[in-house]
Every structure is written in C-alpha cells, then in structure tokens.
C-alpha cells in the first residue's frame, strides 16, 4: 500500500520553512517556531516552566517602565524566521493584532530551559537572537545542569548582553536565594526563588 501524500496545505510554500507558512498550520496545542528554514515543534509547556513564567512575568510588569511592555509566547520576527521566546520585552509600539513582534522592537528575549528545549534555549536561539540585534538574553534553569555550582539553588538566571562585537556576553549568574538588580533593558531586581512557588 502507498504512504499516503501529506496535505499540501501543512507543507511551505517553498523548499524552506517561513514565518509566514506558520499561518497555514493548525491550532492544536503544539507550539510551531521558524529557524534556519525549519519547522520546530514542540508540546506544550509543563506546569512547573508556565508557573515561573507567570511570575517572572508579574515581577517584570510590575518593575518595568510605563514606555515598556512585556509578552509571553510570541513570535519575535527575524527575517523568514519565527522563534517564539517564552517572554520578550521591548519599548517601541508594536501592532497588537500581528502574528508576531519584529525583532527590531525587541530588547529581551528569555527562555526557561525545559528538558526538550535544552540546545535551543542555550545555543540555536542565543545565537538567532544576537544575529537579530535583540540586546538581552536572559536563560533561566529549571533542572539541574553540567557546569551548576554545588552551591547554586534552582532556579538559576543567567542574564546576557550583547556585545559591540555582536555576541551576548555573561553579565550576572543568579542562583535562588540571591537577591540582585540587572540594569539592563530596565532597573529589576529578582531573587529566582520568588519565581518558583
């Protein structure tokens, strides 16, 4: 019996991936990103990353400047590309009712590290997100990790900035239980602890 032909409707319109074929696939629960021509797919979140994201989103929007705004789950747009960080935050105006933010508009990008998302949240999205010009990277660790402090609490904030030389540069390593404030795109200061309840 033949394999049967994939609906032409779910498949690019090209021979790579874009943005923009991203319109044509269902809502089904499945998180659908853009990167290098590809189709990332991923499940949906589990309760422990969607909790520290809700109160690192309470915490930033409480924190942030009354010019600022801050967004979970949407796509950051770079070139054909569409990677969707699990927060963004930036300052110019942006248009409410497109499908994603340009990355030019973006001034924080953060992912929180789950167990399927390991290399992209710590080298495929950094790397895409620096190449865009996006000026923070901001990489929370939820599970343990080669290279953790035997003292380092869980979770671990990792802030980033970018470079004159175009790469995102180490500026602070926050483990539970410190309290420090990142100046960086706004005034914030968190202790991870308080992101975990």
Known sequence: MPAPEASSEFLPASDRWTAADLDRLPENGLRYEVMNGQLIVNAAPKPRHQELL??????????????????????????????IPDLVAGQKTVDKDARGVPAEHVLLAVEI??????????????????????????RIEVNSFKGRLPSEQLPVLFAYVLGDDGEYGLTHRIPAGELVTLRSPFEFTIDPATLLR
């Open 54 to 83: 809700l109160w690192l989103s309470a915490a930033l929007l409480s924190a942030m400047p009354p010019d600022f705004w801050v967004l979970p789950g949407v796509g950051v747009l770079i070139g054909d590309d569409e990677p």
């Open 113 to 138: 590290v789950s167990a399927s998302t390991t290399m992209m949240d710590r080298m495929v999205k950094p790397a895409l997100y620096a190449e865009a010009g996006i000026a923070n990277y901001w």
